[in-house]
């Protein structure tokens, strides 16, 4: 929770470092591959922290949310005695009892992370600048991996199935997908076939490991009827949680906890649990039953210790001896770049000048 109580104004950062680095390799690259050296058709990851805590932003971006509506969470703090089991759960992780958590450290936070997603807009507008500016056609696809609480309900950061820790955004621009915004619940695990479907490439050979589908259908106008997944086995769990979204229906499902069950249409900020409601017993038999279809909860705790403890062997075994990680390593010729004496000048500068001239 230091990340709520520090957060504020700072020009670098180790995070706002590593995003810097992130753009500028990329855009670096956007100009190579505009240089046109290798024919092939190509695709890009650029993958920043931003927003993320801590909650730190430069003061040019601190400053555009001074007057800012919304840095009061819309669910104030839920009492510890009334939070749901796996939330519980998240506030003991978070050490909560040794923060003292001010209304003023709460808008403090919010604010840096809306100014942090000015931040990303900045960096991703300079990325597709030098798309326009080369002249390169692509497809773009924006996604995050998670959200935040934001202190909703009292919570912070991610590892929950609620809306502002799991809802995140999915947005694509391509030829032949018409502009417009799309409320049909979808799932990250649909952006490999997606992008495949978009690229024209059969998966069969890797199917079923693609456990998604594409959305160029649903882009079009047709139906997605499927539920979308979620599961979660990770800081703050003793057991795996899973999910389904189905329509207006929010269903997770825990072998230590109660049933969920809530109705985002009728109660968006999910305070009232329906899993005990008989008046729901149909919808909730009918989604536990899509759950249990899916998920053997009991083989996949199994599972998940069973990759803990394999991976608690190897990180012992690579800090014995002389340890060196496997992290990526980027490797960089320096005699290759930019200019050298064993280069040619004339080559040099019209192999690597775009728009290359007369």
Same mark, same amino acid.
């Given at each position: ?8 104004? !700072?020009?670098? @950062?180790?995070?706002?470092? =590593?995003? &810097? ?8 690259? /956007? ?12 695709? *890009?990851?650029? +993958?920043? @922290? ?10 040019? =971006? %601190?400053?555009? =949310?001074?007057?800012?509506?919304? *840095?009061?969470?819309? #669910? ?13 759960? *998240?506030? &003991? ?34 990325? /597709? ?9 692509? #497809? ?19 590892? +929950?199935?609620?809306?502002? +820790? ?17 409320? @049909?619940? #979808? ?32 882009? $079009?106008?047709?139906?997605?009827? @499927? ?20 329509? $207006? %229906? ?15 249409? !009728? ?11 008989? !008046?729901?017993?149909?919808? /909730?038999?009918?989604?536990?039953? $899509?759950?249990?279809?899916? %998920? ?17 062997? #190897?990180?012992? !075994? ?5 340890? =060196?990680?496997? &992290? ?6 320096? +005699? ?23």
């Amino acid at each position: 929770m230091g990340s709520v109580t520090g957060a504020g104004v !700072a020009e670098i @950062t180790n995070q706002l470092e =590593y995003d &810097d680095e992130v753009e500028y390799h990329a855009g670096r690259k /956007l100009y190579d591959l505009a240089r046109g050296h290798d024919p092939r058709p190509w695709c *890009l990851t650029v +993958s920043f @922290t931003h927003p993320h805590d801590p909650y730190v932003a430069r003061r040019k =971006y %601190w400053d555009l =949310y001074a007057d800012c509506a919304h *840095l009061d969470p819309e #669910v104030p703090p839920i009492p510890y005695a009334e939070q749901d089991p796996h939330s519980k759960r *998240l506030l &003991d992780s978070c050490d909560r009892d040794k923060f003292d958590i001010t209304d003023e450290d709460v808008r403090r936070s919010r604010r840096a992370y809306f100014a942090n997603i000015s931040y990303i807009d900045d960096k991703i507008g300079e990325l /597709l600048d030098i798309l326009e500016r080369t002249r390169q056609e692509a #497809v773009i696809l924006f996604v995050s991996d998670h959200g935040d609480m934001l202190g909703e309900r009292g919570m912070w950061f991610k590892m +929950s199935f609620f809306e502002g +820790s799991a809802r995140v955004p999915l947005m694509i621009a391509a030829p032949g997908l018409k502009a417009g915004r799309i409320d @049909t619940p #979808v799932s990250t695990l649909d952006v490999t076939p997606t992008l495949a479907d978009l690229a024209g490439i059969s998966l069969d050979e890797v199917l079923p490991w693609t456990d998604g589908e594409s959305l160029v259908g649903l882009a $079009k106008g047709e139906e997605r009827t @499927t539920p979308v997944a979620m599961e979660y086995a990770a800081e703050g769990s003793y057991a795996p949680l899973v999910g389904l979204r189905y329509g $207006k %229906w929010k269903y997770t499902r825990c072998a230590l906890d109660p049933d969920q069950l809530f109705d985002l249409e !009728a109660d968006p900020q999910e305070l009232r649990n329906l899993a005990g409601d008989p !008046a729901h017993k149909g919808t /909730l038999d009918q989604l536990r039953a $899509k759950s249990e279809a899916r %998920w053997d909860l009991a083989a996949f705790d199994a599972e998940v210790r069973q990759s803990q403890a394999r991976r608690w062997v #190897v990180y012992e !075994a690579l800090r014995n001896g002389s340890y =060196y990680p496997w &992290d990526y390593q980027p490797l960089q010729q320096a +005699s290759e770049r930019y200019m050298r004496n064993h280069m040619n000048l004339d080559t040099l500068e019209g192999n690597q000048r775009f728009p290359r001239g007369e």
